[in-house]
């Protein structure tokens, strides 16, 4: 049986290794307590339940008054920490993981946090009542029993090994909810806040700001260090004037490289943090709809678009800079250039593909397609790669229009399948495909594409069950290369990951994604 009393384990030694070597020398300095941080989001999620939401921008309001079971340490990514979990056990057979919890835990209603809030929240993720949505439920298929055998444990038992178990329990989206508040009312998450995270809500005003305030009783004494945090909505260009004008102490999200240029001269207080990012855009293709049912379409619309020809255009306007399948860049599938090459709609030879894709449409009586773009309002990457895409549709005869939708009524459409095709994206907190693969699945709820393929399932399976990482990652590429040979989904471009904020903040370390980090626990002003 594996034991971490430390409440610490790392995916990875490398990675953890590069991590701490690259620790800011703010991590060294004293914290000091007070001040209220004013960041910028640039859309309002669709709901307050983090298991339903599913834009990044509804969690950085929502995660600050949150705990969850495990979290990624805010210092040192990919290593997992214990956050409502004191210690854990797994099993010789990596089937049982058995959670001690933190003592003295309290919700911000002054309840105590027992195992019976873990049970109840983790059973509303897995098997949602009626009328209750949870996002990412394919997440966790592989659940079999969670039971509670006194009020400061839990226990959960998988149907086979899951390689990604750890990174499920500390997925920032898995908020714990208050079993009795559940037990009123199963949606009550939807339109009310209240957890056991560092900082306690205190108001919403849509389409100005999101407060919230230090919760006193946080389990973790001396933290949080802020007084409070006012989120500002802020989208477009007010962004980056907003930033330079120290209206906010940032954007926390994403700044471009052209943003950057503009801000130097602007505000020579802003800092900035670079780092790689584990989002992965494509195209999803509504399959339930013709003439995107039709795999010679699907395979045309691939074709018509020049990753080669991207990558000259995008980095130079977009928070864009490489190519490449489903993976994120430095997973296990990662392909060198020389591979991507030799795939479908990565040819050098864009005349080529055109032609190809042009013969395609006419083959499938589609030589004058028309069809409708469902894109997101947000500047950075959603309205250049737009545009780009449209672009490239219409040099090979496509009539192509699109909808920019706001981030709601984006994800409603594409709940609904009333789209066309749409730029969609997978933003995961680890590169474990079966973290990111679920994404793309037949019945995952974050899956809009209506795709049935049995022999999609039976691949993932596979995977998971590998014997050796070698075979584990082979069939990883394997699914992917099938993928895009049926073109079920178009992928497209990579990003790397950049954010601004003033110099008086510290204490916050850029991860390789969106979605973490933002409990803001850690994080401290200097002024």
Not at 95 to 123: C, M, Q
Request: charged share 20%; with cysteine; proline share 7%.
């Amino acid at each position: 049986m594996l034991k971490f009393a430390g409440w610490r384990v790392a995916l990875g030694a490398a990675a953890l290794a590069g991590a701490m070597a690259a620790l800011p020398a703010a991590a060294q300095e004293t914290p000091k307590q007070g001040g209220v941080l004013r960041h910028i989001v640039e859309a309002e999620g669709s709901t307050y339940d983090c298991h339903a939401e599913s834009s990044s921008f509804g969690l950085q309001v929502l995660a600050p008054q949150y705990s969850t079971l495990l979290r990624f340490s805010p210092d040192n990514y990919p290593e997992i920490i214990g956050d409502l979990a004191e210690s854990w056990t797994i099993s010789d057979d990596r089937k049982t993981y058995t959670f001690k919890l933190r003592p003295g835990v309290k919700f911000h209603d002054g309840s105590d946090f027992s195992s019976a809030d873990i049970v109840a929240t983790w059973e509303r993720l897995r098997n949602p009542p009626e009328g209750v949505v949870s996002a990412r439920k394919g997440q966790f298929q592989l659940i079999d029993t969670i039971t509670a055998p006194d009020a400061s444990t839990a226990v959960f038992t998988l149907k086979q090994v899951n390689p990604a178990a750890l990174a499920m329990f500390a997925n920032p989206w898995n908020c714990v909810y208050s079993a009795a508040k559940l037990k009123e009312d199963p949606n009550w998450p939807a339109k009310n806040v209240m957890g056991t995270g560092p900082f306690t809500f205190v108001e919403h005003v849509p389409g100005s700001h999101w407060e919230s305030k230090r919760f006193e009783n946080y389990w973790n004494k001396g933290k949080p260090y802020l007084d409070g945090i006012r989120a500002h909505y802020i989208s477009g260009a007010g962004v980056v004037n907003a930033l330079a004008g120290n209206q906010v102490d940032a954007a926390l999200f994403a700044i471009a490289p052209p943003d950057r240029q503009r801000l130097e001269t602007m505000n020579p207080d802003i800092v900035y943090q670079t780092g790689p990012f584990n989002i992965v855009n494509f195209l999803t293709l509504n399959l339930t709809k013709p003439p995107f049912d039709d795999v010679k379409v699907r395979r045309a619309l691939n074709l018509a678009i020049s990753r080669i020809e991207g990558n000259q255009i995008l980095p130079r306007i977009a928070a864009i800079d490489g190519y490449g399948l489903y993976m994120p860049a430095n997973s296990m599938a990662e392909r060198k250039p020389e591979e991507l090459s030799t795939l479908p709609g990565f040819s050098s030879d864009v005349a080529a593909q055109r032609e190809a894709a042009k013969t395609l449409l006419a083959e499938a009586g589609h030589a004058d397609l028309k069809l409708t773009l469902l894109n997101r309002n947000l500047r950075q990457p959603w309205e250049p790669l737009g545009v780009f895409i449209l672009d490239q549709f219409r040099k090979v005869g496509i009539q192509a229009d699109q909808i920019q939708a706001e981030t709601p009524q984006y994800f409603s459409a594409l709940q609904n399948k009333n789209f066309d095709i749409a730029i969609d994206y997978n933003n995961t907190v680890s590169l474990d495909p079966n973290e990111v693969l679920v994404k793309f699945m037949p019945g995952f709820p974050n899956n809009y594409s209506g795709v049935q393929d049995p022999k999609l399932t039976e691949m993932f399976d596979a995977q998971t069950n590998a014997a050796t990482e070698e075979e584990r990652a082979k069939i990883t590429k394997d699914i992917e290369a099938y993928i895009l040979d049926q073109a079920y989904f178009i992928p497209m471009f990579r990003s790397p990951r950049m954010i601004g904020h003033n110099k008086a903040v510290k204490g916050w370390k850029l991860p390789p994604t969106t979605v973490l980090n933002l409990q803001l626990d850690t994080l401290w002003l200097d002024r």
